[in-house]
């Protein structure tokens, strides 16, 4: 996937560039002057004539990183738009966007005991439950009997709109509801701004699998063991992860 591509497929070379989340903010609040700026704000469904006030501010701990609020001239309405930013300096690259305990995820989806054993196993959690595999510490989906394989992808299948949207969107007044992806490489910058309903049928597009690798990939997410962390017991963690430069393409 090429710049050219990029462009072809409906994204935006941006004027300024950015390289964090402190420039898209930089960029909102320079909305008068800023034609990126203007043109999210048209996306989101606001006429740039009826806007009196626009302010920005970073979030933390929040599937949004950006909150933008827009005050709208005469009314007096203020509204908020929360958007999720994903950066992303290669093409082919994936980005981390959710990582927890495996007992965390239990929490959230009410995931059984057979199913959570599962999981552990393949974090490495809980030892393999048979030698001969390519890792002491852990096993693979792949490495698995093929009834625990049915039921992961069954219980995935099942539970699809879930999971997708607590990773993707989350939770309580700071989910986010837009995807804003910037590919930044060979010094130009474009963006792509979506709703996160669409960047949720983007993502979950797909079946539920479990790859060659002998991780689980649920769309186009993959759901891997975390790894590395050099060997602390952070990398039996369970994460999640995107392209995101999947979204310029649909």
């Known amino acids: 996937m090429n710049k050219k591509d990029l462009v072809k497929w409906g994204s935006e070379t941006a004027k300024g560039g950015f390289r964090n989340e402190d420039d898209i903010v930089r960029k909102f609040n320079d909305w008068k002057n800023d034609e990126d700026a203007q043109k999210w704000l048209g996306i989101m469904g606001y006429p740039i004539k009826e806007i009196e006030k626009v302010e920005a501010m970073k979030l933390h701990g929040y599937k949004t990183d950006v909150q933008v609020q827009i005050t709208i001239y005469l009314k007096k309405a203020i509204a908020a738009e929360n958007l999720s930013i994903k950066l992303v300096s290669n093409p082919q690259g994936f980005n981390q966007i959710d990582k927890r305990w495996v007992d965390k995820y239990v929490e959230m989806w009410e995931i059984p005991a057979d199913i959570t054993k599962i999981l552990k196993i393949f974090t490495g959690e809980l030892c393999p439950t048979k030698s001969g595999c390519r890792d002491k510490r852990w096993m693979f989906f792949s490495e698995m009997d093929e009834s625990d394989q049915k039921k992961i992808i069954d219980y995935f299948t099942k539970n699809k709109i879930l999971v997708v949207s607590d990773i993707l969107k989350g939770r309580g007044k700071f989910s986010a509801g837009w995807m804003l992806v910037a590919l930044v490489a060979n010094g130009e910058s474009s963006w792509i701004l979506k709703s996160i309903n669409h960047a949720m049928n983007v993502f979950a ?25 050099a ?14 430069v999947e979204l310029f393409a649909n």
Do not use: C, E, H, Y
């Not at 797909?206 to 060659?212: A, E, M």
């Not at 002998?214 to 993959?222: E, F, P, Q, V, Y």
């Open 231 to 244: 060997g602390r017991d952070s990398a039996k963690m369970l994460q999640f992860k995107i392209n995101p």
């Open 205 to 229: 597009d797909g079946p539920v699998r479990i790859t060659k690798q002998g991780s689980l990939k649920i769309g186009k997410i993959t759901m891997q063991r975390k790894g590395g962390d």
